[in-house]
């Protein structure tokens, strides 16, 4: 912790701030299409681990068949 006293750089001037800054506005909210594009790896990535895509997909499957298609 006492190394964080002496730093070189200002806080939030780093590369991951800026990388975090992307899209935003001027007024400081990210554009809507943005942020989706930041969530949908995360969510896509969330729903194979926890098996959620198998289960979208049985219940497209039976929509389909339901569907005659």
Known sequence: MADTAGRSTPRG??????LAALGTRPGGQ????VAV????PLAALL????????TVLVQAS???????S
């Open 13 to 18: 001037k780093g590369k991951l701030a800026a």
């Open 62 to 68: 039976s929509v389909a068949g339901m569907l005659g």
């Open 37 to 40: 594009a930041m969530v949908l």
């Open 47 to 54: 729903g194979l681990v926890s098996g959620w895509g198998r």
């Open 30 to 33: 990210r554009h809507p299409l």
